[in-house]
């Protein structure tokens, strides 16, 4: 673990630590925000997921998270979006390869060894965060677009693990967006069932947990269609009786201006699961 | 005027617009945010002057500003730091040239031209917000670094032109900066007594207007020595009974996460002194 950077916040500090990541296999940067509060007692943690070319730094530099973090106590930790570095397999386009890797773990050879972000971002980056900051056992997740799918479809996989569950304009329905069925076809293979165990839409009948999933989604944004399709999980959450607010926002966008409005919002929303 | 960005934002929008300044014979950009209140009435604007090496995104993407102007009902209007393209003059080095025009009037033949940023930001900039945006008359500036600078001497060299002004992290004498000692050597000559014309500390004394200068500075600023010296300043309005008030943030640097921290505080500052 190498401290990259560490600035002073809203009365805590944010900052980029570096490390190995063994499910990954190359170096990976995160962001932690630590809230004032961490300096005399373990707080809650809610974890990040951005969007396809992104960095740790996007939400970092543009989200405006920390001030509301500082407010409710919350330890802030946002994640790469994929494995990266010369050793680590591309491919051409924004939307496939590093800056892409869609939270699963792949199964095709090209991609297997190194994309597991699913296992980085479950397993390995809380194993680090709790051995290295004064965390408690309580974990939110959100994130934005391919992150916001892939908050939703890991709270969908691990009943139990996280308190609550936030998304901003998710790739709701992966199999059924040309970004997800790109990155699916190449990671996972033709196959559409095994995408299943990667979609939320797919997964939300078959959840063990009824944790509500919170959405918001601009009303002008530019991919709505045919990207991200927020509908296909509505239906698929009525079906299952599974609980969703999804809140179309009319008038915003896809980017992070969207998110700085409504960040607020979701960080309560997790406060109040998290405090609880 | 031509419209490059437009975002919904806390209920406003933020955007981004590009035009031909006739000051500084080329195109330049804007952001402008207009919060909601500009949909029924007029408001008041705040001017934002970037640091080196900044565009007008730097301020609109990270400083969480629109938050506060949409709560006080301000217009937040970002400039560029120069004049830049292909014809117009720059230089090695991020601190000279495009990216780094100081906010002044350049008097030596390579720059005279093109670097009239002063005429810009005082003049040009102003006549064009207001023929195409919702604004009372009432105005304020403020900045970050070199911008912070430029607020501070800007508002002194134009008394009853704002009605507050506000600096981050301002090069507040930089006549005895290297920052300021290479640009103004190049900008304006050798001759140190043309300088004083453009330094905030050596205008102090002659300005004409008692308006207080507010200034957030951070007690851990990685440039504060030798480049800011906020000390120069405070002695300068001391012998001129100039108002100050020159608050020392521990523990913060010179990045936007200490902007962050303290724009909602400067807003309000400005807030209170537009609509009084």
Known sequence: MQKIESHACFGGRQEVWSHTATTLGCPMRF?????PQAERE????LYWL???????????????????????????????????GEGVPDAEGYDLGQG??????????????NFRMYDYVVDELPALVDAHFPTTSARAISGHSMGGHGAL???LKNPGRYRSVSAFSPIAAPSHSPWGEKAFTAYLGEDREAWKAWDATALVGGAREKLPLLIDQGGEDEFLLPQLKPELLR??????KHPLEL???????????????????????HARALHG
């Open 235 to 240: 239906v698929a959450c009525e079906v299952a």
């Open 100 to 113: 892409a890797g869609f939270y699963l773990n792949a199964t095709r050879p090209k991609w297997a060894a």
């Open 247 to 269: 809140r179309i926002r009319p008038g915003y966008d896809h980017s992070y201006y969207f998110i700085a409005s409504y960040i607020g919002e979701h960080i309560a929303h």
């Open 50 to 84: 951005s969007g396809l070319t992104c960095t740790e730094q996007n939400f970092i530099t543009k989200a405006g998270a920390q001030q509301y973090a500082a407010e409710h106590g919350l330890i802030l930790v946002a994640a790469d979006t994929s494995p990266r």
């Open 42 to 45: 373990d707080c809650p943690v």
């Open 153 to 155: 479809m890991i709270a």
């Open 31 to 35: 962001g932690v925000y630590l809230p």
